[in-house]
């Protein structure tokens, strides 16, 4: 217990999902956590049950103006920033072959314009309090690319190296700030039961890991058992990644 004891960290996306498991993990671990999400209801129910107390502020993460007023919220409530996990993403599955230009430009605004306007917000924040630790959840979509999710992995690839290329900026500018990602397989969550659902399968798949179980991961990055970590990207897939699928016949 008291991992991140007394911090105060952001989480996208994380009304539901990975992004729920882990502001759950961070309050039980004594952050003040701030969950920002579009998903209004989920997100005001989350905050209610977590451990410490929080707050939930409506997000949209492709919005500059947003991201904005996030920054001024939190720091008038808390004071600073400590801890961003950039986690809301969305998925339209689709191939090369046959995906819209307009569906392509959403999901690069959510997944990567919005990983990219929460690193140059936390950074410009968190310089002025000392430093702090950004995660990125990424994928791991962004090493092997999916078939079926030719903008998801896209948008993936762009979070990987954004995440490099801040934490060597911030390691440069010596701020304080560490910037790392968390690469995560097949996970159970109310997007991947959606999308299975939109495709004819079963909504629970069975290979599908548990969300806390990456949350976990988020943790240690986030904590200051990960101080000499930056630039990092850390897999949790089941060696996914090692030994893939063999292809379709």
């Known amino acids: ?4 004891q007394g911090k105060v960290a952001i989480v996208t996306g994380g ?3 990975i ?3 882990t502001a759950r993990l961070l309050a039980e671990e004594g ?3 701030v969950v920002a999400d579009v998903a209004e209801a989920e997100g005001q129910a989350l905050v209610a049950d977590l451990a410490t107390p929080g707050l939930f502020l409506r997000h949209d993460v492709s919005s500059e103006a947003d991201w904005d007023e996030l920054a001024r919220t939190v720091t008038a409530r808390f004071g600073r920033i400590d801890i961003l996990v950039n986690n809301a993403a969305i998925q339209i599955p689709a191939s090369i072959a046959d995906v819209t230009y307009a569906d392509y430009r959403r999901i ?3 997944n990567a314009d919005g990983a990219f306007l929460g690193c140059r917000m936390a950074v410009r924040e968190m310089a002025r309090s000392g430093g702090g630790a950004i995660v990125n959840v990424a994928s791991v979509a962004s090493h092997s690319g999916e078939a079926g999710g030719v903008a998801y992995s896209a948008s993936k ?4 190296s954004l ?3 801040v934490a060597v900026f911030c390691q440069n500018a010596e701020n304080g700030i560490r910037c790392n990602s968390v690469h995560p397989g097949v996970t159970d969550t109310p997007m991947l039961r959606a999308m299975r659902a939109d495709l004819g399968l079963e909504p629970q798949s069975p290979h599908a890991g548990d969300p806390r179980q990456v949350a976990y991961a988020v943790l240690y990055l986030a904590s200051d058992e990960a101080l000499l970590v930056n630039g990092a990207e850390l897999l949790v897939d089941s060696a996914r990644t ?8």
Request: charged share 15%; no cysteine; net charge positive.
């Open 1 to 4: 217990m008291g991992r991140v």
């Open 19 to 21: 992004g729920a498991a």
């Open 15 to 17: 009304a539901m999902g």
């Open 242 to 249: 090692v030994t893939p699928p063999p292809p379709k016949r």
């Open 157 to 160: 690839g762009a979070v990987r």
């Open 31 to 33: 952050a003040s956590v």
């Open 163 to 165: 995440t490099k290329s």
């Open 108 to 110: 690069q605004a959510v």
